[in-house]
């Protein structure tokens, strides 16, 4: 049996007939390098960086290309570097899942150190700052998903901490984008050095996203006397500060059970899953599918690591935009987020098993291939369709990924604008009559409502994914009862008209009425929502 912090130079041939690739290069001098010359900080130490980006710098680790590896900044959940990056040395095993149920196995030792940054540690409040200050840092990288961005709440406007940031001083900070826009004035103070600030989350525009929310923090400093005007021009000058886009696309599900086993089983014995008390799940290894994207805007005023590599797609910010728009908003994401909602409602635990059901099958490709391919414009460097072809028939079918839908609808309510948002806005573009062609994303959003009554197609009760406006959103529904006659439209109104949940008010673009005639049969009594479903795809199968 090896360990994650066996050394892997000495007891490489251990390594090797556990099946595990290890790193080539010494993680020591790597720290040690690091300490000297920081080049990449990253937030956000969850599972999709220690597959992904973590693997990415080993990468350029292992052929030299880079010397100084990644300082991970957590400013969600302490317990993460408390008790699985510490313990472990800062590694993590990669553990790619093949669809015939083999394992590639990689120990990633490419951070240099992990951090909690938030102002009830100290330490790494402390730590992150001067880090910020050093010349040689070259690039921040997020994964710190859509509501860790959130500056406003469901009306538009600033959220208390938002408003508390602004009013106080930088050092007292509580979001996210106080915190950083603190480190980045730590910068500015001490020369004022450029850097790129790339946020490789999963949603379209998230340079924008990113820059707005470091912006409106700065920007109020600056009008309370707390900045000076001469750091707002340094955010908002791209040769000093820029804000990459980037597409990202790698299926990283929760650590699960039946992978642990498979790894002890083959002889790697750091096998426990972390259940923290935020909910964040997570282990020694990280299990993730094989096919990955990422594609990042080559804006980086200080110089940047060979990305490209490493598999990165260096380009223009109208290609990455085209790559995002192309996945985000029509051949993945809205995808994955019509079975998060559905395979809740049908009592399904596995995405895998969910294509499988030949209703869902068909609301997924009707989706894809008639709803959002036509609109979509091709990026080039990644062919829509072929994109959309292998998501169906392979990546979503992969037994393989313990991926679930109740992982998959978590934030549901910051998804939506963006995964259904910016379809429906093209279609709007194409002629107010063109929205009334959409069948498959007003049934869509019909379901998300029907999510929200916490009832499952037997009418059993079923705890919903974390979201943020859940609190809000359920009171509207609560009253409904499976097979009633209710009023549908007073209880959706409040939702369908709110444009910060869809981008639109569906009333006023004439969707919402199609969304609450679907929502009338999704309530019709139990079992309603597979029947609906079956008469979908039996209106629609022969179009596919």
């Known amino acids: 049996m090896v360990k994650l912090t066996d050394d892997y130079q000495a007891k490489a041939d251990e390594f090797k007939a556990a099946g595990i690739a290890v790193p080539q290069f010494d993680q020591e001098q790597m720290k040690q390098a690091t300490q000297a010359n920081p080049v990449w900080v990253h937030f956000g130490g969850g599972n999709l960086f220690r597959c992904f980006h973590a693997k990415i710098a080993q990468d350029l680790l292992n052929t030299g290309k880079l010397k100084s590896g990644v300082i991970v900044a957590e400013t969600y959940d302490g317990d993460v570097p408390a008790d699985i990056y510490k313990p472990y040395n800062d590694r993590v095993l990669q553990v790619v899942m093949q669809p015939d149920g083999t394992l590639d196995k990689t120990l990633i030792a490419s951070v240099a150190e992990a951090i909690y940054y938030n102002k009830s540690n100290p330490d790494g409040w402390e730590r992150l700052k001067d880090i910020f200050t050093q010349p040689s840092l070259q690039l921040v990288t997020m994964s710190i998903t859509e509501k860790g961005y959130q500056l406003t709440d469901i009306n538009g406007k600033l959220t208390p901490a938002a408003e508390a940031d602004i009013a106080g001083k930088p050092d007292d900070a509580v979001t996210n984008m106080g915190a950083i826009a603190r480190l980045l004035l730590a910068r ?266 916490a009832l499952d197609d037997k009418g059993n009760a079923f705890t919903p994914s974390r979201d943020p406006l859940l609190d809000q959103l359920q009171p509207y529904v609560a009253d409904i009862k499976l097979g009633s006659d209710a009023d549908v439209h007073a209880a959706l109104k409040p939702i369908l008209s709110n444009d910060q949940i869809f981008g639109h008010d569906l009333y006023q673009i004439g969707l919402a009425d199609q969304v609450e005639a679907d929502f009338k049969k999704l309530i019709a009594g139990p079992g309603a929502v597979a029947k609906t479903l079956e008469q979908f795809r039996q209106d629609h199968e022969k179009e596919l």
């Open 188 to 453: 500015y103070e001490a020369g004022a050095k450029p850097i790129a600030m790339v946020s490789t989350d999963n949603f379209s525009e998230n340079g924008k996203r990113y820059e707005d929310g470091i912006l409106t923090i700065a920007k109020g400093w600056a009008k309370n006397g707390t900045v000076t005007q001469g750091f707002i021009d340094y955010l908002t000058d791209p040769k000093r500060v820029s804000f990459p886009w980037s597409m990202i696309d790698r299926i990283t599900p929760n650590p699960a059970q039946n992978v642990a086993d498979k790894l002890k089983a083959e002889g790697f014995e750091d096998t426990t899953i972390v259940h923290t008390p935020k909910h964040t799940n997570i282990a020694p290894f990280g299990n993730t599918e094989e096919t990955h994207y990422l594609v990042i805007e080559d804006s980086f005023p200080n110089g940047r690591p060979a990305l490209e590599n490493a598999g990165v797609i260096l380009t223009d910010r109208d290609t990455v935009n085209d790559a995002d728009q192309m996945k985000v908003t029509a051949c993945l994401n809205p995808l994955h987020t019509a079975l998060a909602i559905y395979g809740n409602l049908l009592g399904y635990t596995s995405i895998a098993s969910e294509v499988e059901n030949p209703d869902l099958l068909t609301l997924i490709k009707y989706l894809g291939y008639k709803e959002d391919l036509p609109v979509v414009k091709d990026p080039k460097i990644i062919n829509p369709k072929k994109f959309l072809d292998q998501l169906i028939t392979k990546r979503l079918p992969n037994k393989n990924i313990p991926d679930t839908p109740q992982r998959i609808a978590s934030d549901t309510s910051q998804k939506l604008p963006i995964r259904y948002g910016v379809t429906i806005q093209h279609y709007l573009d194409k002629g107010p009559d063109s929205i009334k062609q959409l069948k498959a994303i007003p049934l869509i959003l019909a379901g998300w409502c029907r999510y929200l009554m």
